[in-house]
Nanobody
Framework: QVQLVESGGGLVQAGGSLRLSCAAS????????MDWYRQAPGKQRELVAG???????NYADSVKGRFTIPRDNAKNTVYLQMNSLKPEDTAVYYC?????????????????WGQGTQVTVSS
């Protein structure tokens, strides 16, 4: 199986920076895409940023110019570098990945989610 483990959340003042990590482990054949979502209480989950295996990235309009999604392929890890944080960035951030893995019998492609990490931006 595949596991996604997130870390890096916390409390930060508006204007500050935070770096989230999402590390994938397991019988990974390829990580086809990795994305960051966030969800605030009472609000819809939204896609924040994503990166494909080929390196294409996309960002929500609300975070363009402030967030980036670097990755370390050797570590099967993606990051969400969050700069110029605003109170409206406060949410639980989730990593999601589409992963092709070897089950021990065959190859399968599934979506996986991290456990979520809280980001709180104070004013």
């Amino acid at each position: 199986q595949v596991q996604l483990v997130e870390s890096g959340g916390g409390l930060v003042q508006a204007g500050g920076s935070l770096r989230l990590s999402c590390a994938a482990s397991g019988s990974i054949f390829s990580i086809n895409s990795m994305d960051w979502y966030r969800q605030a209480p009472g609000k819809q989950r939204e896609l924040v940023a994503g990166i494909t295996r080929g390196g294409s990235t996309n960002y929500a309009d609300s975070v363009k110019g402030r967030f980036t999604i670097p990755r370390d392929n050797a570590k099967n890890t993606v990051y969400l570098q969050m700069n110029s944080l605003k109170p409206e960035d406060t949410a639980v951030y989730y990593c999601a990945a589409e992963v092709t893995y070897y089950s021990g019998r065959d190859y399968r492609t599934n979506d996986y989610w991290g456990q979520g990490t809280q980001v709180t931006v104070s004013s």
